[in-house]
């Protein structure tokens, strides 16, 4: 079975601080890795994801196959980007694509 | 261009009464998502149709759930006989094609209450 863990549900940190939120995620075969965040007010996005190795917002994030884990960073955090952060692994179970996704992390960035 | 829109935004709902939530995913996605989202938790899948073909049913609670999407386009999920248990945000998110690298695209949900 697949699954997501988010460790942490509340991230508070100061403006400019460095900031992890932690993704590590169980599935044996090859899965696709994704961070989805949701503004105050807003719906569900896509943030990035791993296949496409890029930076959005100044986060990047790294698949680590040795430590399953994806976490994501960001050097010097904003305070836009205060938000709920959804770590997502897709895979192909039995011909079916069943997405899963962590419970998510709050991230605060105060003034 | 229009993004995924849900229909009804709120819904309360008695106890065994029965419910339809509506989903219209961006024109021309092929894959579409349904959601359950508990407070505090993240989306939980329910099930997924490429056009009209629903191809993972996996995640429906039970057999008072029932989703369908007879044209390949709007999307219903149906709740019968509503129990207090269903109260959630109900997601629905399309997608392009099918590829696991696909991004879904989400729409609002509708909070669905049940007293």
């Known amino acids: 079975a697949q699954r997501v863990t988010q460790p942490e549900k509340l991230l508070s940190v100061f403006k400019g601080a460095p900031v992890e939120l932690k993704c590590n995620y169980s599935y044996s075969g090859s899965p696709e890795l994704f961070w989805y965040v949701q503004y105050s007010r807003q719906r569900l996005q896509l943030l990035l994801r791993?296949?496409s190795r890029e930076s959005i917002k100044g986060f990047t994030a790294d698949l680590n196959k040795g430590e399953t884990s994806f976490h994501l960073k960001k050097p010097f955090a904003q305070e836009e980007d205060s938000a709920m952060y959804y770590c997502a692994l897709t895979g192909a179970s039995g011909g079916s694509y069943i997405p899963t996704f962590g419970r998510g992390t709050s991230l605060i960035v105060h003034p | 261009g229009a993004g995924v829109s849900q229909s009804p935004r709120y819904k309360v709902a008695k106890r065994g009464q029965d419910v339809a939530l509506r989903c219209d995913p961006i024109?021309?996605?092929?894959?579409l998502f349904w959601y359950q989202q508990a407070l505090g938790q993240g989306p939980e899948f329910l099930t997924y149709f490429q056009n009209e073909a629903q191809l993972d049913k996996s995640g429906l609670p039970s057999d008072r759930f029932f989703a369908e999407r007879p044209e390949g386009s709007v999307s219903t999920l149906k709740i019968q006989r509503t129990q207090q248990e269903d109260s959630a945000v109900y997601l629905c998110?399309?997608?392009?094609?099918?590829?696991?690298?696909?991004?879904?695209?989400f729409g609002p949900g509708t909070r669905l209450t049940v007293l």
């Open positions: 791993h296949i």
């Open positions: 998110a399309s997608s392009f094609g099918l590829t696991t690298y696909n991004e879904q695209f």
């Open positions: 024109s021309g996605h092929v894959s």
